[in-house]
């Protein structure tokens, strides 16, 4: 039969293994969705930005100046 000690301790490496478990998995996580999100979007970050859409953000930067 196990005490109340006996019970604390069983659980106790359980947790931590757990807890470190959980962020493994976030961080395994992490990478994928990084990777995957370099693989759709780089391309497209890298792309010039139009001249019109440059147009447009220097008009309202200069009217919020004034």
Same mark, same amino acid.
């Given at each position: %039969? %196990?005490?109340?000690?006996d $019970?604390? *301790? @069983?659980?106790?490496? @359980? $947790? ?18 990084? *990777? ?18 440059? *147009? ?11």
């Amino acid at each position: %039969m %196990m005490g109340k000690s006996d $019970k604390k *301790r @069983a659980t106790g490496p @359980a $947790k931590s293994g757990t807890d470190q478990e959980g962020k493994e998995v976030d961080q395994a996580f992490d990478v994928w969705l990084k *990777r995957g999100l370099h693989q759709l979007y780089d391309t497209v970050a890298q792309e010039p930005i139009p001249e019109d859409l440059l *147009r447009l953000i220097e008009g309202d930067r200069d009217a919020s100046k004034k």
